[in-house]
């Protein structure tokens, strides 16, 4: 099935804010067998709306849009797709209750009259319920026009698109009846997309016509999706249990997961079967470490606590470093990342510890240490490791891959996979 992206929004259009939904929304079409044939962005203009979805239904009869559903006056995008169908807007009394009660959920006893306005949807819309928002998404077809629109917040628009809307196309597209459409999720760290594609090799040549893979690279890492679509289920799980049988040899100790499995619940999962606690020492990184453990419900129970030693006053005093290795070696090398681990393990009483200092940038790199080196270590059953990474991108990509990395150290170590 082909079909067109587009995405609303002026600040898309202008730069301020990077366009997240169309590359997720590709991926995702993607591994569900939907190819995505075009994308555009237009501003929050009615009238570039309404010919952006026009020209895309005369190419390919089905388009989505993401954007312009808010309740604020540049929000205009359900008007001009109601247009371009000869539809009015009408408002449903359903969605208004849902919206009040929302409001009310929150401690809002009267919700603010701009709202009201998402509830007015196009005659003879299917609404798409919306769990994680006020906008519900939209589904409008007629004849061999069909169009579907979504909110632009990313996680509201993500949880429709494979929630509501995928499944929907894939009935759409004719699946035979009985047949199913699966996905299966392997999560990987601690290697970049192009050397575990390197890994693979010839082996999505070995898939056959029922399987796809697709590689969904990120700063955590790259996932690779399997998916098998308009087949029986018994036989759509056997395909996806072999494919990914044939994976993990390939792609070793790289594999942390599958599915929504977080590298951070799986370190902690593996900490509090070992009967250990866990502390970090942070500089780069400036406690995303601890966002990332803390995120996990339960962590509680194995995590202690930590120090962002962002001064090397306070890698002195609180994590233990030596003002000779500092004065030696810099605050980023593998002594401090060392003396860091063993220091705060030390002061909070903890089996395991994570350490991580570097240059995040865009100041403050030099020749020997260039902006995005980074020195971690991780201490495990009373020996400490350190590795080193020049990691690429900007300042924020350094430190969320600093700390992913980090972590991905840790659960190699205490897997016994690396020295």
């Not at 951070?264 to 400036?286: F, I, K, M, P």
């Amino acid at each position: 099935m082909d079909l067109e992206l587009l995405t609303v929004g002026t600040e898309l259009v202008l730069g301020f804010t990077v366009d997240t939904n169309a590359a997720f929304a590709g991926q995702a079409l993607a591994a569900a067998g939907i190819r995505v044939v075009r994308r555009a962005t237009v501003g929050d203009e009615p009238a570039e709306v309404r010919r952006a979805v026009q020209a895309a239904l005369e190419r390919t009869g089905t388009v989505i849009v993401s954007g312009g559903l808010g309740p604020t006056n540049d929000d205009l995008t359900k008007a001009a797709v109601a247009e371009v169908f000869g539809k009015r807007l009408v408002r449903d009394d359903a969605i208004l209750r849902q919206l009040e009660e929302r409001f009310r959920s929150r401690g809002m006893p009267q919700m603010p009259a701009a709202n009201a306005v998402q509830a007015d949807v196009p005659e003879g819309a299917t609404i798409l319920p919306n769990p994680r928002g006020t906008a519900p998404g939209l589904w409008i077809e007629d004849g061999a026009r069909l169009v579907i629109l979504l909110p632009g917040v990313p996680k509201e628009m993500h949880g429709l698109l494979t929630e509501e809307v995928i499944p929907r196309l894939a009935a759409r597209a004719g699946a035979a009846a009985g047949s199913v459409i699966r996905s299966r999720t392997i999560r990987t760290a601690g290697i970049g997309e192009s050397a575990l594609a390197d890994r693979l090799g010839a082996y999505e040549a070995l898939l056959g016509t029922k399987v796809t893979l697709a590689f969904l690279p990120s700063l955590d890492g790259t996932d690779l999706r399997f998916t098998v679509w308009n087949v029986p289920e018994a036989e759509a799980d056997a395909a996806l249990a072999k494919a990914i049988d044939g994976l993990r040899p390939r792609i070793g100790a790289a594999a942390y997961g599958e599915g929504d499995d977080q590298l951070a619940a799986v370190v902690l999962r593996r900490l509090e079967q070992e009967g250990a606690t866990l502390a970090v020492a942070e500089s780069c990184t400036g406690g995303l470490l601890g966002a990332k453990l803390t995120a996990v419900p339960g962590a509680s129970r194995v995590f202690l606590g930590g120090v962002v030693a962002y001064a090397n006053d306070v890698k002195l005093g609180f994590t233990g470093v030596s003002a000779d290795t500092l004065a030696r070696h810099g605050a980023v090398s593998e002594a401090v990342a060392r003396e860091m681990a063993a220091g705060v393990a030390r002061a909070f009483g903890a089996q395991a510890a994570m350490a991580v200092t570097g240059i995040a940038g865009p100041d403050g790199g030099t020749t020997e240490k260039p902006v995005g080196t980074v020195w971690a270590a991780t201490l495990w059953k009373d020996q400490v490791r350190a590795f080193t990474y020049v990691f690429p991108g900007d300042r924020e990509d350094v430190r969320m891959r600093a700390a992913q990395w980090t972590l991905d150290h840790l659960r190699c170590v205490m897997a016994g996979t690396v020295g």
